[in-house]
């Protein structure tokens, strides 16, 4: 049966009848055909009362047409009544207005609602719960709507630090950018009445540029830069402290340190949330894209003011690092950038009950159904554990995201043969952001992948393999200063590359001037870390090579995406990167084992010609200084 659900959910919860369907043929539940539906996220296993000694008063919701125990819950966690009315509440229809995407225009009352213990066969080890679970972004993508409970926040926390977080970002960018954040409460854009970053409405109206073209054209040419100069903070900005204040009582909800509600964070950014009083949506109510979006922009202007000090010899202030640790922390700005790499990481943070979920708990974001949620797997098939996931994820990525299965850097050394894959201790540059991946959705951009990659079982280890253009790191080097040079860049401009390295044995601390682990701006440090490493390499008889991995294309100034806006807009290009990883191998290396050492990025939307108006094809990854090559690497 399976097989033939498509994207719809095993069961579905009929709110009315408090009944659970199964899944029939023709995507029925009971006597409704294709129902629509919305979803609850919400946490409650590690409070789940599992002997029946434990509180033997209290029971469970009362669900129809179940086979397994529904779960009971510690009463301090939230009550049976609580949870009626938050599944009853789930199905109100909510009157709006405006774009919003989170709301759809069909205004029929929603009857059903998915919720795990209603629609999950509870029973220990059953293989339908294991499948089901590697079913969650279908189940929750599907939805018509999602809430998010937390239940540990009353209603004037939630919406209060919500307000307090977004009006933070906006008054930190417009401190920083000296735009009025009072000019941009755009009516209209999703999530604008709390102030959101002028970045996102910038994004928001671009997106919609067909039916917004005169507004469009007047925003883009007219509107302030908000490009930010190296400005610092004081460490004295009031919004610093409102920001750390209100995201700690937020985020002190065990929902947001749940592992498991980790992917349908990612997965559901419109989602709504609700507090512990239950109260009914409106299109006003809180929405967790608003918190993510608020936080992306306090970490990068944090980022960037120290950034801007480490250049000037000026300290860091205790409060930037702070924010910026509280962020990483709790995931919120991993979460905004929609980047499912960030991901594994945010998840070491998270609370779980078997250390194996840390995999289960994440999958769904890449479309992965690993381990015991493989509906091909054996039923007899001895459970996998942490380290066995971890490397099934790793060969997923590099055989269904190439590209971005590298888009990463290790802060601790791995182990041997493994620094092809992805790690709990990955972190992702901030280099990533210019070359933004988006799986769930293709307006980010178009990735294309220049190389292959795979795996092979050598002697007892799982390396990475690859196939694909190799060029000296020496060579690029010098090209990328060159083209610098060429533009007439001054030495505290912009470079035209960035690079990020991995934590790794082959090169001591200390041998450049500064940390390559660190995320250097994209400025003259760029370019004497570049130089720097080409100058290392030779006398340490290492031979070092950047493997072309792919190209990057800003979607939404291709000749494809005009055309689609209503035309061209003078002055306005496209973001072109070139993607490579560095590797390196000893000299007198026999084995032909390469090394990954990391990662750069080079930007091609800027003009690469020399005097007779050709293109730079070393840059362009064209010219004959890039060899097919074919190798291992680890």
């Known amino acids: 049966m399976s097989r033939s659900l498509d994207d719809w959910p095993q069961r579905l919860l009929h709110v009315p009848t408090m009944t659970s369907h199964e899944w029939q043929e023709g995507h029925r539940y009971g006597t409704h055909v294709q129902p629509r539906y919305n979803a609850i996220s919400y946490t409650w296993g590690r409070y789940e009362l599992r002997s029946a000694h434990e509180q033997p008063n209290v029971k469970p919701i009362g669900i129809d047409g179940v086979t397994w125990a529904v779960p009971r819950i510690d009463e301090t966690h939230f009550t049976v009544a609580q949870f009626e009315t938050l599944i009853r509440r789930s199905t109100e229809t909510i009157t709006f207005k405006g774009n919003n995407p989170a709301f759809t225009t069909n205004r029929k009352p929603t009857e059903f609602v998915w919720l795990d213990i209603a629609c999950i066969n509870q029973t220990p080890d059953h293989p339908q719960k294991a499948q089901e679970i590697g079913r969650q972004a279908q189940i929750f993508k599907k939805a018509t709507k999602v809430l998010i409970w937390l239940n540990r926040s009353n209603r004037e926390l939630i919406e209060t630090a919500t307000e307090d977080i977004a009006q933070a970002a906006a008054s930190a960018a417009g401190d920083i950018t000296n735009i009025n954040p009072g000019q941009y409460r755009w009516k209209g854009i999703p999530g604008s009445g709390s102030l959101r970053s002028f970045e996102m409405c910038k994004r928001w109206v671009t997106s919609r540029a067909t039916t917004l073209r005169l507004n469009l054209q007047h925003f883009l040419t007219s509107s302030p830069s908000v490009t930010i100069p190296n400005s610092t903070l004081t460490g004295h900005e009031p919004w610093l402290t409102s920001a750390i ?243 007439g860049r001054g030495k505290k401009s912009r470079s035209i590359q960035q690079v990020a390295l991995d934590s790794t044995d082959l090169i001591p601390d200390q041998t450049f001037t500064e940390d390559p682990r660190e995320d250097l701006p994209r400025n003259h440090r760029q370019h004497r870390l570049a130089a720097e490493m080409a100058n290392y390499f030779r006398p340490a008889r290492l031979t070092a090579m950047v493997l072309l991995l792919g190209r990057f294309t800003d979607d939404q100034h291709t000749d494809e995406w005009w055309e689609f806006s209503g035309g061209p807009i003078p002055d306005m290009t496209g973001d072109r990167f070139l993607i490579g990883m560095i590797l390196v191998r000893q000299e007198d290396c026999i084995t032909g084992f390469w090394r990954r050492l990391g990662i750069c990025i080079w930007d091609l939307s800027q003009p690469m010609v020399g005097d007779a108006g050709q293109k730079n094809a070393l840059l362009e990854g064209e010219s004959t200084d890039w060899v097919h090559h074919e190798g291992i690497c680890g």
């Open 245 to 487: 204040a209100n995201i700690k009582s937020l985020t002190e909800d065990r929902w947001f340190s749940s592992l498991w509600t980790l992917q349908e964070a990612f997965l559901c950014q419109w989602a709504y949330l609700v507090s512990q009083e239950v109260e009914a949506i409106h299109q006003d109510s809180p929405q967790l894209h608003t918190i993510f979006s608020s936080c992306k922009t306090l970490s990068t202007l944090c980022k960037r003011s120290i950034a801007s000090k480490t250049v000037l010899g000026l300290p860091t202030t205790s409060i930037e690092l702070e924010l910026i640790k509280l962020l990483e922390r709790t995931g919120l700005a991993a979460l905004e950038a929609e980047n499912p790499m960030a991901l594994y990481t945010v998840a070491s943070n998270r609370v779980t009950l078997r250390p194996e979920d840390r995999i289960y708990g994440i999958m769904q974001v890449f479309g992965f159904r690993l381990g015991i949620s493989d509906p091909d797997i054996p039923r007899n098939s001895a459970p996998m554990d942490l380290p066995e996931l971890e490397l099934q994820l790793g060969q997923q990525l590099i055989k269904r995201y190439p590209l971005m299965s590298q888009l990463h850097v290790h802060t601790l050394p791995t182990g041997f043969g493994q620094a092809w894959r992805v790690t709990n201790s990955s972190r992702i540059p901030e280099l990533v952001s210019k070359v933004n991946f988006n799986i769930l959705r293709s307006t980010m951009g178009q990735h294309t992948s220049l190389c292959d990659l795979s795996w092979e079982n050598i002697a007892g280890t799982c390396w990475g393999l690859f196939s694909g253009k190799l060029t000296p790191f020496e060579k690029l080097q010098k090209a990328w200063f060159a083209a610098d040079s060429r533009i």
